[in-house]
T-cell receptor, first 115, second 110 residues
Framework: DAEITQSPRHKITETGRQVTLACHQT?????MFWYRQDLGHGLRLIHY???????NKGEVSDGYSVSRSNTEDLPLTLESAASSQTSVYFC??????????????FGPGTRLTVT | EDQVTQSPEALRLQEGESSSLNCSYT??????LFWYRQDPGKGPEFLFT???AGEEKEKERLKATLTKKESFLHITAPKPEDSATYLC???????????FGKGTKLSVIP
């Protein structure tokens, strides 16, 4: 069955360190998204990609970057981790609507703590 | 700016007590309205997509409906296993991005 996986599931890091969160999907979806989820804010879009070599900034992109070198993977990098980036991070993917549907399917999440 | 607002924030129901969750949206040229279920410690799970006013979709005890300004998730005779946070999201014309509401936390008491 197709799926979307994230690793690690839990991560503790120190302020100022670079951190990369992995996202891998086997849906063969063109579209991939990164969100963060915080109490009181809901899901907020960080970055998204509509295909290989395509990346775009979302609502809360400061301090984050992504790169898309293949269809399956969209790693999220925190350039210099800050305590404000302590959160739960979700990756999602969707089709391009050619079959009429473009709902997003989510991974299990990565809980990141910055100390 | 697209906005999605869900109410109530939290809802406690007795088992078998039917109710509705509300999602109001302000989106330029609605392309789709989405409902998700999220259990603690897990990623959101897709439930429904609604595309146009008047559309309805059902799955077990859940029925989603759509008007030009709102969507409702009706829960009929809920069971404790329906306890979860329900998220609503919308996408606008020409966009695959979703704007999410903050969710409604549903608790069904046996």
């Amino acid at each position: 069955d197709a799926e979307i996986t994230q690793s690690p599931r839990h991560k503790i890091t120190e302020t100022g360190r670079q951190v990369t969160l992995a996202c891998h999907q086997t849906w063969n979806h063109n579209n991939m998204f990164w969100y963060r989820q915080d109490l009181g804010h809901g899901l907020r879009l960080i970055h998204y990609s509509y295909g290989v070599q395509d990346t775009n900034k979302g609502e809360v992109s400061d301090g984050y970057s992504v790169s898309r070198s293949n269809t399956e993977d969209l790693p999220l990098t925190l350039e210099s981790a800050a305590s404000s980036q302590t959160s739960v991070y979700f990756c999602a993917s969707s089709g391009a609507g050619t079959s009429g549907s473009y709902e997003q399917y989510f991974g299990p999440g990565t809980r990141l703590t910055v100390t | 700016e697209d906005q999605v607002t869900q109410s109530p924030e939290a809802l406690r129901l007795q088992e078998g007590e039917s109710s509705s969750l509300n999602c109001s949206y302000t989106v330029s040229g609605l392309r789709g309205l989405f409902w998700y279920r999220q259990d603690p410690g897990k990623g959101p799970e897709f439930l429904f997509t609604l595309y146009s006013a008047g559309e309805e979709k059902e799955k077990e005890r859940l029925k989603a409906t759509l008007t030009k300004k709102e969507s409702f998730l009706h829960i009929t005779a809920p069971k404790p296993e329906d306890s979860a946070t329900y998220l609503c999201a919308a996408s606008g014309a020409g966009s695959y991005q979703l704007t999410f509401g903050k969710g409604t936390k549903l608790s069904v008491i046996p």
